[in-house]
């Protein structure tokens, strides 16, 4: 189970009768394998990782930390979810440190994040101070190197 | 002008150049070459490894070792051998720390082989154990392998080569070129064999770690073999290391002393920098190593079934990560296969020949080249099928 998952994880568009030659399973078995998977919420989405710098669409992205004062009847899942549906927010994590949940939030412009942030999060009761750090470019997203790799120099035939 | 080649060995003009040189001439120069030649993984040496060399750097160790290595790092090596395979080798005069396999390799058969002396070996094999063997005043004595057997070889086909000259035995499992392994009682039978001939081993187990489908089984593990074996391994193809050339050789003391003796006197150590990377990898590289093995087995899967499609008969390689199918089937000898491949849909592949007359008519297949482009590679060859 764990081997299909590896594989769709690098790459989503794989098709079910390679991934059964790359596994051993029979095609039938992946294929049922993987809904398993979808159905139970296991896999949650498939997605590309896209390098928007490139395509010309600047998107802004900051990473908002923020300190929460949890009230009576809400723990951090409460405000996590409140938070989550914004379609700005792009991640959010409870962290330890200084703050408490860390936010990627993604915008057009600096103002359309900075507006965001202000009215939007900061203005929650539960949110006691923010920290924005803007992003000023993406090295790495997902795991994927976002710069462009040394090609391989090895030699053609060897030992 | 002075005719330097008069001032040659005759040991030297006894060794032929390795035929894998005329294919390297070959491909050199071309462009967007497909390679299925290359005897190295594709993967970059682990990040956590790189750093380790270079904070050794950082720190400024850049000095001679003990002429057997490390201490720390034969102590790792140690480690590993008792918790792989439940073998103990003492770091202190049974392990050696060489500049790669073929060194250690080289270092066994110098240390034992007295001019006259018969070694067998099994082909296909690595290129370099013939030349070695020559080199170090000794007679080589192929044992062939075929494509029935698996390309494993038999304690009876070794018995058969044996005569009073007979030293020692080479054995490289899993096997470069054809991928091929032994099974435990396929040993057993080997080390029969090697007890009733009193003969000793040298057992080159590089690829170990690429073991697919079970266990590797380590020959000195075997019963009675510990003493007659002299074990050899390295980082290289495990830990995607092979230009930090770390290896090693273990054995009995009386053993490693002996090939201790012509390293202290020729290599002198294994670099310092590498030594401190391999200890790295033997500690803390077993996540990495086993993520290489992982995509290095789906790609085997991938492969050889795509070879088997195209009708090239292959037989399942458990190990190592090389394809070794048959081009019998289409007239061609491994050579004009190769040769004609190359220069029409410029994918190279590496014919049998060049690892022993009885790997005529096969060709060895790296894997260890990205999903993509072996599926390239199986379209092309395809193509030339066609």
Redesign the interface.
Known sequence: MN?IL??IEQDPKKDPS?IA????YSEKEVQTRIKELEDSGIIRKYKAVIDWDRVGEEYVYAIIELKITLGDRSGYDTIAHRIASFNEVRSIRLISGDHDLSLTVRGKSMKDVAFFVVEKIASLDQVQSTVTHFVLKTYKEDGVPLFEQEK?K?????? | MTDVKKFLSDKIKTVPP?G?RK??DM??G?DD?I?L????P?FVTPWHIREACIYSLEKGHTSYTSNSGLIELREAISDSFHNDYGVDYNPDDQILVTTGVSEAADLALRALVNPGDEVILHEPC???YKPSIILSGGTPVPVSTTRDNEFRVTGEQIEAAITDRTKAIILSYPN?PTGAVMQKQDLEEVADVVVEHDLLVISDEVYDKLTYNGKHTCFSSLNGMEDRTILLNGLSKSHAMTGLRVGYAMGPPGLISAMLLIHQYTMLCAPITAQMGAIEALRNGEAEMQAMV?EYN??R??FV?GLNRLGLDCFEPRGAFYAFPSVKSTGMTSSQFAEELLHQQKV?V?PGEVFGQSGDGFLRCSYASS?DELKTALEKIEEFLS
């Open positions: 081997e590896e594989i390679e030659l790359l596994t051993g391989s090895r030699l053609a035939i060897s030992p | 390795s894998i294919y390297f491909v050199i071309m070459v390679s030649g290359v005897g190295e594709d690595y290129v370099s470069n992982r789906r790609r899967r991938l079934t190279a590496v999903l």
